[in-house]
């Protein structure tokens, strides 16, 4: 990433984030100020004050102190102050004043009095301090130095312009009797608030005018430079491989041990590239795998989302890293924090992009992509599964770390979707994450009301605790735990890009638990319906005993068939199917040394590589190193990858992952009349 995008960004993130605070206060002040309109108070309830002395005071009550206001600036500018009450016996009068502190001292000193020393208002509590004395006090009325006072029966209310010094309030009986027992009322108001409304919300706008062109203009930067960096130096993807296609999130090929990015622990012992292997050998780039079962011709496919998640679990994770791997991603957080705020601010400028264009911005869409990557490799790595020990690299491009999440950029976008789906029709999907991701609630009834509390962990949150204590005790991360951990994160990761405006289509209600996400998952071929033994060509005329494959290649659906490999049998039965659905093929010649490998739990019975119903050229199955129950880097294998019909322009030589849907998959060759394969379509 460049450092000039990335401190474009920073500093537009810091002055937005300034600009919508200040914002945010001119919207209080705002509707205070409109609140008070026409001489009216901001007023607290009424609540009931008493003492078992001669009077109630205020003696800490400062008002304006400081410096007080400017010379020459009127005196109700600031505002003015309203105390209402009552007594609580009908026949007395109150007395309420308002006085110089130093002034009320000398009229209670030596008499009884009780003073407020604090209110708090939720809930409502008064903390009182007596004061003892030995004489009564004289007749309020009579002092003249109270610089407002309101007296007589039933309810009175006094008002204040506010000044500066320091005052004390004064609450008794109108006949100076004790004790006093009050209803009272107090309010304020102040003109500075129209004013203040006026700043705050001229400097909010000024510094978002500031911060979001530099945000946008960052993502965009930052965006280019991710798309353009996959494959690149500091991408970790290896060089020399093509980097990663639609539908398959890590370029197939092999490389040297040592390169940049790779996990060694993902390799097995003994395997090429690993501690045991042979100088020279090379090391397995992770591979997209397969299906484990057949898929027919024209059946249903699994519905594939177009934002894709995938995680696979380091074999070799340590006991007790999990316990500390929140503290050594808090500068990843520290990141993620000014992202996801870029983040907000990048959506929120996408839709109106969308509105007048249908187009979601490339640059901006492949910011907003990196952003959602590195939280989900944050999350993998230290909360959301704990998946890996491997620190996760601060890019916003797709690297092999083996934590992934891509999503297909939309062509177009409907205008009309923008302005409900990202909260009328995700709220099915944001209850479900709110009740994989909250805390349980309750309520507890405290101090005369009812307090809302948070209890326990949130359901994700406990899951990765549990597999975490499961790892300390027993050095082993329960598969089956994983699966689902990658498949609620697959859930709540789909709506996040949802939500975010980048594609229309509505997230699936299903879990695909597992590590690789099903749209990285290559079609299967068909391996033909389960038969019996060949008992013969079909009842019918014939035209003798089969005489072997056809003189020319074969150009069934599937591509040209040049006989079947070095070693098989040609006019072999058709094999009965055993616990795997796949028919074994016939040996051929084991694969080289320079070959790739792909991770994953063995099959009972292994093709040769390149051979029908085999793992495609180059690469070969086998067990995970030992690690029974575990998925390397590269996720599981298939118990027998089928080949699958190439399309011809392809990049690299990669199968594309949808087969045309009239192109037929063959299945064991060399049997049947007229280089027909039973049970499989016919040759041409």
Same mark, same amino acid.
């Given at each position: 990433m460049?450092?000039?995008r990335?401190?474009?960004?920073?500093?537009?993130?810091?002055?937005?984030l300034?600009?919508l605070?200040?914002?945010?206060?001119a919207?209080?002040?705002g509707?205070?100020?409109y609140q008070?309109r026409?001489?009216?108070?901001f007023?607290?309830?009424s609540?009931?004050f008493?003492?078992?002395?001669?009077?109630?005071t205020t003696?800490?009550?400062d008002?304006?102190?400081?410096?007080?206001?400017?010379?020459?600036t009127p005196v109700?500018?600031?505002g003015?102050?309203?105390?209402?009450g009552?007594t609580?016996?009908p026949?007395k009068?109150?007395?309420?004043?308002?006085?110089p502190?130093?002034?009320?001292?000398?009229?209670?000193?030596?008499?009884?009095?009780?003073?407020?020393?604090?209110?708090?208002?939720?809930?409502?509590?008064?903390?009182?301090?007596?004061?003892?004395?030995f004489k009564p006090?004289a007749d309020?009325?009579?002092?003249?130095?109270?610089?407002?006072?309101a007296?007589?029966?039933?309810?009175?209310?006094?008002t204040?312009?506010?000044?500066?010094?320091?005052?004390?309030?004064?609450?008794?009986?109108?006949?100076a009797?004790?004790?006093?027992?009050?209803?009272?009322?107090?309010?304020?108001?102040?003109d500075?608030?129209?004013?203040?409304f006026?700043g705050?919300l001229?400097?909010?706008l000024?510094?978002?005018l500031?911060?979001?062109?530099?945000?946008?203009?960052?993502?965009?930067g930052?965006?280019?430079?991710?798309?353009?960096?996959r494959?690149g130096?500091?991408?970790g993807?290896?060089?020399?491989n093509?980097?990663?296609q639609?539908?398959?999130?890590?370029?197939?090929?092999?490389?040297a041990p040592?390169?940049?990015?790779?996990?060694?622990?993902?390799?097995?012992?003994?395997?090429?590239?690993?501690?045991g292997?042979?100088?020279?050998?090379?090391?397995a780039y992770?591979?997209?795998p397969?299906?484990?079962?057949?898929?027919?011709p024209g059946?249903?496919s699994?519905?594939?989302?177009p934002a894709?998640?995938?995680g696979y679990?380091?074999?070799?994770?340590?006991r007790w890293?999990?316990?500390?791997k929140?503290?050594?991603a808090i500068?990843?957080?520290?990141?993620l924090?000014?992202?996801?705020?870029?983040?907000g601010v990048v959506?929120l400028? #996408?839709w109106?992009?969308? @509105? %007048? *264009? &249908?187009r +979601?911005? $490339?640059? !901006?869409? /492949?910011?907003?992509?990196?952003v959602?990557r590195w939280?989900?490799r944050?999350a993998?790595?230290?909360?959301?599964?704990?998946?890996?020990?491997?620190?996760?690299?601060?890019t916003l491009?797709r690297?092999?770390?083996p934590?992934?999440?891509?999503?297909?950029?939309p062509?177009?976008?409907?205008?009309?979707?923008i302005?409900?789906?990202?909260w009328?029709l995700a709220i099915?999907?944001?209850?479900?994450?709110?009740v994989?991701t909250g805390t349980?609630?309750?309520w507890?009834f405290?101090?005369?009301?009812?307090?809302q509390?948070?209890?326990?962990?949130?359901?994700?949150g406990?899951l990765?605790?549990? #597999?975490?204590?499961?790892? @300390? %005790? *027993? &050095?082993? +991360?329960? $598969?089956? !735990?994983f /699966?689902l951990?990658?498949g609620?994160?697959?859930?709540i990761y789909?709506?996040i890009?949802?939500?975010?405006?980048?594609?229309?289509e509505?997230?699936p209600?299903?879990?695909?638990?597992?590590?690789?996400?099903p749209?990285?998952?290559?079609?299967?071929?068909?391996?033909?319906?389960?038969?019996?033994?060949y008992?013969?060509p079909?009842?019918?005329?014939?035209?003798?005993?089969?005489?072997?494959?056809?003189?020319?290649?074969?150009?069934?659906?599937?591509g040209?068939?040049?006989?079947?490999p070095?070693?098989s049998a040609?006019?072999?039965?058709?094999?009965?199917?055993?616990p795997?659905p796949y028919?074994?093929?016939?040996?051929?010649p084991?694969?080289?040394?320079?070959q790739?490998?792909?991770?994953?739990?063995?099959?009972e019975?292994?093709?040769p590589?390149?051979?029908?119903?085999?793992?495609?050229?180059?690469?070969?199955?086998?067990?995970?190193?030992?690690?029974?129950?575990?998925?390397?880097?590269?996720?599981?294998?298939?118990?027998?990858?089928?080949?699958t019909?190439?399309?011809?322009?392809?990049q690299g030589?990669?199968?594309d992952?949808?087969?045309?849907?009239d192109?037929?998959?063959?299945?064991?060759?060399g049997?049947?009349p007229?280089?027909?394969?039973p049970?499989?379509p016919p040759?041409?």
């Amino acid at each position: 990433m460049k450092a000039g995008r990335i401190v474009m960004l920073v500093l537009g993130a810091l002055c937005a984030l300034v600009g919508l605070g200040l914002l945010a206060g001119a919207g209080v002040t705002g509707w205070a100020n409109y609140q008070q309109r026409d001489g009216r108070y901001f007023v607290t309830p009424s609540e009931q004050f008493s003492g078992d002395s001669f009077a109630l005071t205020t003696p800490r009550l400062d008002l304006m102190t400081a410096g007080g206001l400017p010379e020459g600036t009127p005196v109700d500018l600031a505002g003015s102050v309203l105390l209402r009450g009552s007594t609580n016996d009908p026949g007395k009068e109150i007395f309420i004043g308002i006085a110089p502190r130093a002034d009320v001292a000398a009229y209670m000193a030596g008499v009884r009095h009780t003073e407020i020393v604090d209110v708090r208002f939720d809930p409502f509590r008064t903390i009182y301090r007596e004061v003892d004395g030995f004489k009564p006090p004289a007749d309020p009325a009579r002092q003249s130095f109270w610089a407002a006072t309101a007296t007589g029966p039933g309810e009175q209310e006094l008002t204040w312009n506010l000044r500066s010094g320091s005052w004390a309030v004064v609450v008794m009986n109108a006949d100076a009797s004790a004790p006093v027992a009050v209803n009272l009322q107090a309010g304020a108001r102040s003109d500075l608030l129209w004013p203040i409304f006026i700043g705050l919300l001229i400097g909010g706008l000024v510094m978002l005018l500031i911060g979001v062109p530099l945000i946008v203009l960052g993502a965009a930067g930052l965006g280019r430079a991710a798309r353009s960096g996959r494959g690149g130096p500091g991408s970790g993807v290896p060089p020399g491989n093509l980097p990663p296609q639609p539908g398959q999130p890590h370029p197939v090929g092999a490389y040297a041990p040592g390169a940049p990015g790779q996990l060694n622990s993902a390799v097995p012992p003994g395997a090429a590239g690993s501690s045991g292997a042979p100088p020279g050998a090379v090391a397995a780039y992770a591979a997209a795998p397969g299906t484990p079962y057949p898929v027919p011709p024209g059946g249903p496919s699994h519905y594939v989302y177009p934002a894709r998640l995938n995680g696979y679990l380091d074999p070799s994770l340590s006991r007790w890293m999990w316990l500390v791997k929140w503290f050594l991603a808090i500068p990843h957080c520290i990141v993620l924090f000014f992202l996801w705020f870029a983040f907000g601010v990048v959506t929120l400028v #996408a839709w109106f992009a969308i @509105l %007048f *264009t &249908g187009r +979601y911005p $490339r640059s !901006l869409f /492949d910011f907003n992509v990196g952003v959602i990557r590195w939280n989900w490799r944050v999350a993998f790595y230290a909360f959301s599964a704990i998946g890996t020990d491997a620190y996760p690299p601060f890019t916003l491009a797709r690297t092999n770390y083996p934590a992934d999440f891509d999503v297909d950029y939309p062509d177009r976008l409907s205008r009309g979707l923008i302005f409900v789906k990202s909260w009328l029709l995700a709220i099915p999907h944001l209850l479900i994450i709110g009740v994989l991701t909250g805390t349980a609630r309750s309520w507890e009834f405290r101090d005369g009301r009812w307090v809302q509390e948070g209890v326990g962990i949130s359901l994700l949150g406990l899951l990765v605790f549990i #597999a975490g204590v499961i790892l @300390l %005790f *027993t &050095g082993q +991360y329960w $598969r089956g !735990l994983f /699966d689902l951990l990658l498949g609620l994160n697959r859930w709540i990761y789909r709506v996040i890009a949802y939500v975010s405006l980048m594609r229309d289509e509505y997230p699936p209600f299903h879990l695909d638990m597992g590590p690789v996400d099903p749209g990285d998952m290559p079609v299967p071929a068909y391996a033909g319906p389960p038969a019996g033994p060949y008992s013969g060509p079909p009842a019918g005329p014939s035209v003798g005993p089969y005489a072997g494959p056809p003189a020319g290649p074969y150009a069934g659906p599937a591509g040209p068939y040049s006989g079947p490999p070095a070693g098989s049998a040609a006019a072999a039965p058709y094999p009965v199917p055993g616990p795997s659905p796949y028919p074994p093929a016939a040996p051929g010649p084991a694969p080289s040394q320079g070959q790739a490998t792909v991770r994953g739990p063995a099959p009972e019975r292994e093709a040769p590589s390149g051979s029908p119903g085999g793992p495609p050229s180059g690469q070969t199955g086998g067990p995970a190193g030992g690690q029974a129950g575990f998925y390397g880097i590269g996720g599981p294998a298939a118990a027998v990858n089928a080949e699958t019909p190439e399309v011809p322009n392809n990049q690299g030589g990669q199968s594309d992952p949808k087969p045309p849907a009239d192109a037929g998959v063959e299945g064991p060759k060399g049997e049947g009349p007229s280089g027909e394969v039973p049970g499989g379509p016919p040759g041409t």
